[in-house]
């Protein structure tokens, strides 16, 4: 069993619903106990409290306000330096797409990072790198080529487009994007994810000694107003919780295992 492999397994274990059923569970093995009922309360409790919008806002705030957005109509092709290029990171694949006739495609996260960085890329000029690979997937094609399947579709041109394909995490994506960064002289970038994973991003670039431009996108924190519905659970505010968790539990190993830096 590979390090990815069983990292993936613990992370869905330690994270929810995965450590809110265990808990549960746990508490159901010892229910004739007080602190056992306390614990299956406790599971139910946060599986509700995950799943509703102002925690959700609240886990999120933190990740998605340390980088504001870049307005790509606010740039202009000649405003950015020569030796800068846009770096596009994955956001999952829709594996063997049936209406497709079988073909991998984005997924619906992935999708709004490339529309994105396909229009800051339209604008500016500047050329993509695309990187991800096929971790744990039953994908036939890298996640890189795939995204770069997608620039060029939505009007990149394909001279300005490149994939790397083997990078398993986001840290990976870092290491393996600077050799071919170097190569083509570009010593900053502009770097597309998704605004909640974009803090972590940004520190495994920069300990590359990449200069980066934090350009975040598919911000997934609401606007803040609340009625009576946002206090119901709701599937789509529980995994937007989940990225949250996911997050911080990925910076804490992140700085654990490559080093906490400066």
Not at 76 to 84: E, F, R, S, Y
Not at 93 to 100: H, I, R, S, V
């Amino acid at each position: 069993m590979n390090t990815l492999l069983i990292s993936k397994l613990i992370s869905q274990l330690v994270l929810p619903p995965g450590s809110l059923i265990l808990l549960g569970l746990l508490g159901l093995l010892f229910l004739r106990r007080w602190w056992g009922k306390g614990l299956v309360a406790l599971s139910f409790v946060l599986f509700w409290l995950l799943a509703t919008a102002p925690v959700r806002d609240q886990l999120l705030e933190p990740l998605e306000s340390e980088y504001p957005p870049i307005f790509w109509n606010s740039l202009q092709a000649g405003q950015v330096k020569p030796d800068t290029a846009i770096v596009l990171l994955g956001g999952g694949l829709y594996t063997k797409a049936p209406e497709y006739s079988g073909r991998d495609q984005l997924a619906a996260d992935a999708l709004m990072r490339a529309w994105y960085a396909a229009e800051l890329a339209r604008k500016t000029g500047l050329p993509v790198y695309a990187t991800g690979s096929t971790a744990l997937s039953d994908a036939a094609e890298p996640e890189g080529e795939v995204m770069r399947r997608y620039l060029i579709r939505l009007g990149v041109p394909e001279e300005k487009v490149h994939a790397e394909s083997l990078a398993n995490n986001t840290w990976e994506n870092a290491k393996l994007v600077k050799p071919l960064l170097e190569q083509a002289g570009i010593r900053r970038v502009i770097l597309v994810t998704s605004a909640w994973h974009m803090p972590r991003s940004v520190w495994c670039f920069e300990s590359q000694g990449i200069e980066v431009q934090a350009a975040p996108c598919a911000f997934a924190k609401g606007s803040g107003r609340y009625d009576v519905r946002s206090y119901l659970p709701d599937w789509q505010a529980l995994g937007s919780s989940g990225n949250a968790l996911h997050e911080y539990l990925g910076i804490v190993w992140y700085r654990l295992r490559y080093g906490w830096g400066d």
